[in-house]
């Protein structure tokens, strides 16, 4: 491109130089996402204006030759010349480094702050880049770019000063630029990376028109919400099984700091609080969170005395029993913001604490005070129940597997049948289902290194069963006591009592349950002892087939089909459960090593497995009850653990 500068005219911007020089410092990486903050940076501005009220669209262009461009309908960057500075309000913005405070801080109420470090930036790590300004019926264009002097590569250089090219009618901003591939090497824009950043600004933005558009693959996306943050909490609690709808709202301005919040809960475990400082994540929260998080505790904890929801039995909440399962959007503007921490990801302004803790405390204390959602508040008020319930079923939990010698003083001691041998390393601990089976496995093992734990099936049996109702039951406990390892972050492999934990449990749907719940425990509270290969699944035969003389477990109905080929005369017995089998034929199919079958578990995806176990054992019936007819062939029983993508160590 033709450039109409001549070398001896050429402004040398130290600032941009600098920034050329050490990159990192500025935008943290020179890789794909150092070259996406280019972008950032541009965008924010454009969004700065319109969330001001001026305009209400961004449209962002992905181009061919591997440009980006960004246009709004605001009202254009100032082109008039700065005061001491002499040159264009463009220039100003584009070759003074943190400019845009010189601007923002005065003409907008609420600006990015530090956060953008400047379209400047932008143009320091440019090839070039061009803007267009349309303003008061003008149309004006500025050019920079990169340029070597004197075998010195110059940053941002103005090589076509702002001037005026003509009449318009439209108002608004464009800019394009080119990264400079000598910074950002073999990097290009990535249509998902923009696109999810636009979709998190459009939702924080309520009614701003945001359009991604891809010319390199044509793809494009229009992004528009007039729920705002509302919307963004609908979606992400779209496919989690929202306690109500819609999500609670509030919004309010208070010395000149707006907070708004929207609220939900969905049936799990976790918090997930997302929240924003002019429309900048802090994902390490910081004082407007705590603001919320304590007015949301006092609202709950009044809302629960004035409707008598607490009765004598009940536990004293705690903030974080308010906040199992919620999930919140929470989203405040001020000025002169403050970052904290490492990653400079979390807010540090002290006075925000108290303007969030105090219109979410109105906010939130006016929507329970409202007879209509009074059962929303009755639905949160249980749900904080049942985790308080869970909270101190965890303390029990532990401190039962913290007391010394705890499994030889506990009155559940009867339940465990040990073994003699002290040496873990060969110890075997079966879980047995069912106190009948349990009685057989009892004098069916081998007493020296075989304990066996059975497992009353009915208490764990209900289709619903979260897992405090888990703990709390006594052969968990007893479980937890017997592995001596103690549970949750306390857990210390290294002290376990048993090298192979084996869940033994009959071939049907309640078994395939009771195995489900123990292997979700296992794998939230102990999970090491999964990914360290102790945890198998005993596999009982399903047939014995008895011909002539000759009886023949069958461990699968290939096997079964397999050994009856051609047999005569023979009579096969169905195995149902553990129960029907005797002591001898016990040990023989199912306990002793030379012959037995089972298969370990191991993790090797723990994230996927926790997916799948979440969904099976999570709240969600739907899907659990698909799952469970997905795979209801229970003479597989290894079905089961094929889903969780292991494959078994088969001890035959
Ligand atoms: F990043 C950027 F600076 F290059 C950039 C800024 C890029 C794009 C695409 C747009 C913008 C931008 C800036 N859009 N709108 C504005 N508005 C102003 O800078 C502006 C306009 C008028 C007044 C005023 O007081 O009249 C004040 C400002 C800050």
């Known amino acids: 491109m033709a450039s109409s500068y001549d070398s001896k005219d050429l402004i040398v911007l130290e600032g941009l130089d600098a920034v050329r020089m050490r990159p990192g410092m500025y935008i943290g990486t020179t890789g794909v996402k150092g070259m996406h903050h280019l972008l950032w940076e541009i965008i924010d501005n454009s969004i700065d204006e319109v969330a001001n009220g001026y305009g209400n669209k961004v449209e962002v262009t992905l181009h061919k030759d591997g440009t980006a461009s960004v246009m709004d309908n605001g009202r254009g960057i100032p082109v008039s010349p700065h005061p001491k500075l002499k040159i264009s309000g463009v220039e100003v913005v584009f070759t003074q480094l943190h400019a845009g405070g010189k601007f923002g801080d005065s003409n907008y109420k609420y600006s990015g702050g530090l956060h953008g470090v400047g379209a400047s930036v932008t143009n320091a790590l440019s090839r070039w880049l061009e803007v267009t300004v349309y303003k008061d019926g003008k149309k004006y264009f500025a050019r920079f770019e990169s340029v070597e002097k004197n075998g010195k590569i110059h940053s941002g250089v103005p090589v076509e000063h702002l001037k005026e090219v003509g009449n318009t009618n439209l108002k608004g901003t464009y800019v394009r630029f080119l990264p400079d591939d000598r910074v950002f090497k073999d990097c290009r824009f990535d249509y998902e990376t923009v696109l999810e950043r636009l979709k998190e600004t459009a939702f924080l933005n309520k009614g701003v028109h945001i359009e991604l558009i891809d010319e390199r693959t044509n793809k494009r996306e229009n992004l528009c919400f007039e729920g705002g943050i509302r919307d963004y909490v609908a979606t992400l609690t779209a496919d989690r099984k929202p306690l109500f709808y819609p999500p609670i709202f509030i919004e309010n301005e208070i010395e000149d700091t707006y907070v708004s919040l929207a609220m939900q809960y969905v049936d799990n475990y976790t918090d997930s609080i997302f929240s924003y400082v002019n429309n900048i994540p802090t994902p390490d929260g910081g004082t407007h969170e705590v603001g919320f998080k304590s007015a949301l505790t006092k609202v709950l904890n009044d809302f629960a005395k004035k409707n008598n929801l607490l009765k004598d039995k009940d536990l004293a909440f705690i903030g974080d029993d308010f906040r199992e399962g919620l999930v919140a959007v929470l989203s405040i503007r001020m000025k002169n913001v403050q970052f904290e921490g490492q990653t400079k990801t ?152 048993y ?154």
């Open 499 to 652: 090298n192979k934990i084996i869940i033994l449990s009959d071939a049907d749907q309640d078994g395939m349950h009771i195995r489900s719940i123990l292997l979700t425990f296992f794998f939230r509270y102990m999970r090491p002892l999964i990914t360290n290969g102790n945890i198998y699944i005993g596999m009982p035969p399903l047939y014995k087939v008895t011909s002539k003389d000759k009886e023949v477990y069958c461990y699968t109905d290939d096997e079964l089909a397999e050994h009856t080929k051609g047999l005569k005369n023979y009579e096969v017995q169905r195995y149902k459960g553990l129960g029907e089998m005797d002591a001898e034929q016990l040990w023989t199919t199912t306990l002793d090593p030379k012959n037995r079958n089972m298969i370990r578990v191991t993790l090797e995806d723990s994230l996927k497995a926790d997916m799948i176990i979440t969904t099976w054992m999570g709240d969600d019936v739907t899907s659990r009850k698909e799952y469970i007819n997905r795979n209801a062939n229970f003479n597989k029983i290894d079905n089961f653990a094929n889903k969780l993508e292991e494959v078994g160590s088969e001890e035959r």
């Open 346 to 497: 979390k807010l540090g302004n002290v006075e925000a604490k108290a303007r969030v803790e105090s219109v979410c405390t109105q906010g939130l204390t006016e929507f329970f005070a409202s007879k209509k959602n009074e059962n929303i508040g009755n639905i949160i008020i249980e749900k904080a129940k049942v985790a308080s319930r869970a909270r101190a079923a965890v303390k029990r939990a532990k401190e039962l597997s913290h007391a010394k010698n705890s499994i030889e003083n506990s009155v559940l001691v009867g339940k465990l049948a040990n073994c003699t041998s002290k040496d873990a390393s060969i110890n075997e601990l079966y879980i047995v289902e069912g106190n009948s089976a349990g009685g057989t496995a009892k004098q069916a093992r081998d007493r020296y290194y075989q304990a066996i734990l059975p497992l009353r099936g009915k208490p764990l049996n209900s289709e619903k069963k979260r897992i405090d109702q888990v703990l709390a039951n006594e052969e968990i406990r007893t479980l937890i006591g017997a592995i001596g390892a103690g549970i949750g972050e306390d857990f210390k492999p290294e002290n376990i009592k």
